[in-house]
């Protein structure tokens, strides 16, 4: 991070934390960029504001871990799937558990053939493919291929859209990183809220050009993933039980290793559900109880 111009920078922020301070703000409404006083304005922005930013700062840090071991997303273009790969994470990434279930679709493919095969050739190979699948007839397998295959797109699909919200998310600083020093890493997440950051300082002004409407922007992003991460979970539910009352088949993995559908979809609602609580937090702290940007104009 570029080196930012405090006047008195020890004294000041040496009592942060000890300031609880109430101020009304009066939001400018426009689109325009304006440009505002590091000091002493966003200092005092950030005293007013210092637990709200403490607490997403906390929540981001917590989403790191998620990216990089707890639950990963896998993705090829999220740069925390090289984290993921080198801390032996890819087990429990999203891509890892979405190509399960297109495992489970090809076995279910071949089955299909097999019995489809048999039901005209041999019905005694018939009725033992299908009782080795768990199916009564065939009709039943290709419907429980069918719903498979819609389950697996859905999830699918979110591993390369969660891949580029993780790789979104990259961009914000967190209580503890990108620097070791929390303070200036707070500054940093204040600004990067409203889409700017320490290059966005004119050094002969010591002043921060702001476009007032990136705000929305940043809470629409985490809110809109928040809701997907819920959705995911529901749908992993969902399709978890449809998976324990239609297919108990144990589908092959490499070789030796075999999984249920059912247990499948238990994996991926615990990957949602690593990821809805700290959004929900954050989308919670920026709607409810994050102040207003000073981005009105100063006189100096």
Known sequence: MRPLRFSGCVGV??????????????????AAMVEIPVEPDL???????????????HQLDRLKTIREEKCPTGAVLDPASLKAISGGHVPVSLSYTARKLRLAQGQLDNAIELMQHASSSDPTKLVELLSQYG??????????????SKYHDVFADDVSKFGGFSRWLGRFPAQTYTTGDTTMNLIDLSWRIEGASEYDVDEETNKLKVNPAMRDVTIKEFRAFEIKARNGEELATEAALWAAQNVNYEFKQFMSNGFTLATVFQQLQKWYDCWEPPLSIIVTTLTDKLGPFPIWERED
Do not use: C, M
């Open 13 to 30: 922020w040496a009592s942060v934390q000890a300031l609880i301070l109430q101020v009304n703000h009066v939001p400018v409404a426009t």
């Open 43 to 57: 200092v005092d922005y950030l005293k007013l504001n210092l637990q709200s930013f403490k607490t997403i700062g």
């Open 135 to 148: 199916f009564q007839n065939i009709q039943s397998v290709e419907a429980a291929r069918h719903q498979l």
